[in-house]
């Protein structure tokens, strides 16, 4: 049973930096391409990034280049993603997801329970 469990989530001032983390099980970890995307409330969820097995990232949305980074680590089975200089429009349920195809959410194959982030202005 494939399993993707989100943590890092919290309640941060505006400008400040938080580090999701998510732990995969269940599936061969390296050989999908691991996500995240985000939804916030009243709104569809949107793509944020995506990082393949050769660590090439998927170009990420305007609203976070410059301030958001995915990474992986295949070691143990985990994927991140740093958020810097947050704004309030950033504020939603974040979204682990593994075997993302294309940016939209319905071409993903495993998603996690979302952990919620708060940006408080």
């Known amino acids: 049973q494939v399993q993707l469990v989100e943590s890092g989530g919290g309640l941060v001032q505006a400008g400040g930096s938080l580090r999701l983390s998510c732990a995969a099980s269940?599936?061969?970890?390296?050989?999908?391409?691991m996500g995240w995307f985000r939804q916030a409330p009243g709104k569809e969820r949107e793509f944020v990034a995506a990082i393949n097995k050769t660590r090439g990232i998927t170009n990420k949305p305007d609203s976070v280049k410059g301030r958001f980074t995915i990474s992986r680590k295949n070691a143990k089975n985990t994927v991140y993603l740093q958020m810097n200089s947050l704004e309030a429009e950033d504020t939603a349920v974040y979204y682990c997801?593994?075997?993302?195809?294309?940016?939209?959410?319905?071409?993903?194959?495993?998603w996690g329970q979302g952990t919620p982030v708060t940006v408080s202005s």
């Open positions: 997801a593994a075997g993302v195809l294309t940016t939209r959410s319905s071409d993903v194959t495993y």
């Open positions: 269940g599936l061969t970890f390296s050989s999908y391409t």
